[in-house]
Every structure is written in C-alpha cells, then in structure tokens.
C-alpha cells in the first residue's frame, strides 16, 4: 500500500501523548500529512503538517444516537491509502516502509490471542459466520491501516443503522471496538495481522514488555514492531515508558510525571474496594444490556 495520510483521534486531554506520536513519527522520516479527529471541542493548536479532519455527517449521526465519542474514527473508512493511530503510541520505524508491500486491511496486535472486547453478542455472529478461525478478523481500533475506501457515506450510515448492527456500532456504551471491528468485517475487505504469519511481527503493545530488556525481542529488524500502543497501560509503570518520554521536552516530562502519578494515585484510591468495583461491572452491565434491548 502507498500511504497517503496518517490519521489519529484527540482533544486537549491527551495533548501530551499526541505530541509524542507526532514527534516519533517525525523521527522515523515519515513527514505525511497528519490528519486529526477531534474527539470533542477540546481542541489545541497543530504542529505543522497536522489539520482537524471533521466529517459533519458522521458527527451528526454519532451526536443523534449518543455514540461513544471514539466512534468518530468511523469517518477513516470514507477514505483510503492511510495509517490510524490513537493517539497513545509512538512509532519506531516508518509506516511508509513497512507497509509498503501490504494490502488490504492491515493491523498488528494480539488480540486474536485474547479477542476480549472486539466483539458484542450480535456481532460475533457475524464473525463466526465467516470463519472458525475468527479470532483472527478481530483486533484492536487504536491501530489500522487501509489501502481503500470502505463505505461512502450512505453506504456507512445504512450500515450503521441496520438493526442487526446498531446497538454494536452506534448503542455500544464502552468504546469504539466492536464496532470497527463489525463495520470492517462486513465490508469484506481482507484483513492481515502482522503478528501473525508470514510476517510474525514482535508484539506492539507496552504491556508485553514488562522488563527492561524490551529491545532483546527487537534483534530481527523484520520482525521488530514498527509501532508501540499503550492501549490500557498508559499509566502503567514500565521500563518502556522511556521511549515514550524521550520525546518530551524537559517542561512537558515534568508535567506528564505529575499527571502520571495523579493518575496512579486516583486510579489506586478508585480500585480500593472489591465491592465497589463489583457494583461499577453490575450497573456497566445492565447498561450495556438496556442498549441492546433497545
């Protein structure tokens, strides 16, 4: 694939941790443009190179149906030739270079390993319809490329609204995943993971590193992953994090250690009972659960 753009999602949150991918993705010597969604009205000023991408129409539909806001990204299938990534990963090798021999729907994580979370009851009779192996149509939303445009935007929005689909695309209350994961199936687009053979790219997600010899898996230029997500782990504490740091000027390390340990200690106060952590999954449940009865 000849990639033409990379896309990623943000707001002024994660001001931080865009600015890291940026500039990794700057130092590999990919210098396309950098298209941003904008997660809400939070936004903050681009480096150069980088606009706000915003489809109105797509805005509209997920506004109507009250769409987790990381749905936005659905926009990306309305173009073609182009590298997503949220925006809590950095690049270690150019995007341009590795995926220039692929085609077709590429991504590279794990998760047909642990498909948790790709999928909502409704939608993984759709995968088990195409495969019994289809744990390897599943993967995570943060990171995908495509040489070609999925849908058009009625082709999208009648997708989105059938009933069979809607409480997976547009109800779904958690996350964007089961969603893309759905919209990219049904499109019939062939979908590679470069985790997988012939390519048995290492992992690229922070959390299977959790030591400091991280970059001994890397030996295989090859093989080495040309991305690092922190889907989950973004504060976690792990020897890894320095390649993310490394991109940070001094005031901005100083200020991402402060919200990184905020964060931690919230995080830890938050998970401090059992019981009530319990009651969080229940009513998460019986909410996700109300979506679909609807």
């Known amino acids: 694939m000849r990639l033409e753009k990379i896309i990623t999602l943000a707001n002024q949150n994660v001001r931080m941790q865009f600015l890291a991918m940026e500039r990794s993705l700057r130092a590999?010597?990919?210098?396309?443009?950098?298209?941003?969604?904008?997660?809400?009205?939070?936004?903050?000023?681009?480096?150069?190179?980088?606009?706000?991408?915003?489809l109105p129409e797509v805005r509209s539909l997920l506004t109507e149906y009250d769409s987790h806001p990381m749905t936005a990204k659905y926009q990306c299938f309305t173009t073609g030739n182009y590298q997503y990534v949220?925006?809590?990963?950095?690049?270690?090798?150019?995007?341009?270079e590795v995926l220039a021999q692929e085609d077709?729907?590429?991504?590279?994580?794990?998760?047909?390993?642990?498909?948790?979370?790709?999928?909502?009851?409704?939608?993984?009779?759709v995968l088990k319809s195409k495969?019994?192996?289809w744990q390897t149509l599943v993967f995570n939303a943060g990171q995908f490329a495509c040489d070609r445009?999925?849908?058009?935007?009625?082709?999208?929005?009648?997708?989105?609204?059938?009933?069979?689909y809607v409480g997976t695309c547009l109800k779904f209350p958690f996350h964007d995943q089961p969603g893309t994961v759905l919209l990219v199936n049904l499109s019939g687009v062939p979908i590679h993971n470069l985790t997988l053979p012939p390519v048995s790219?290492?992992?690229?997600?922070?959390?299977?590193?959790?030591?400091?010899?991280?970059?001994?898996?890397?030996?295989?230029?090859?093989?080495?992953p040309y991305l690092i997500h922190w889907a989950g782990v973004a504060y976690a504490d792990l020897p890894i994090n320095r390649l993310f740091r490394k991109y940070l000027a001094e005031s901005e390390r100083r200020e991402w250690d402060k919200q990184f340990t905020d964060k931690r200690q919230r995080n830890a106060q938050n998970n401090g009972s059992l019981k009530s952590w319990l009651r969080k999954l229940a009513r998460a449940t019986r909410a996700f659960q109300a979506e679909l009865r609807r």
């Open 28 to 54: 590999t010597g990919c210098n396309l443009p950098l298209w941003v969604i904008p997660y809400d009205d939070r936004q903050f000023d681009l480096p150069a190179n980088a606009i706000w991408w915003e």
């Open 201 to 224: 790219m290492e992992s690229t997600w922070a959390g299977s590193y959790p030591d400091e010899n991280f970059a001994d898996y890397w030996k295989d230029e090859s093989r080495k």
């Open 149 to 164: 445009v999925l849908y058009h935007w009625e082709e999208l929005r009648e997708r989105c609204l059938d009933p069979r």
């Open 86 to 96: 949220d925006s809590d990963i950095i690049f270690l090798r150019n995007p341009e």
């Open 131 to 133: 495969s019994t192996c």
């Open 104 to 125: 077709g729907f590429i991504t590279s994580c794990g998760h047909w390993g642990n498909p948790n979370h790709t999928y909502t009851e409704a939608s993984l009779k």
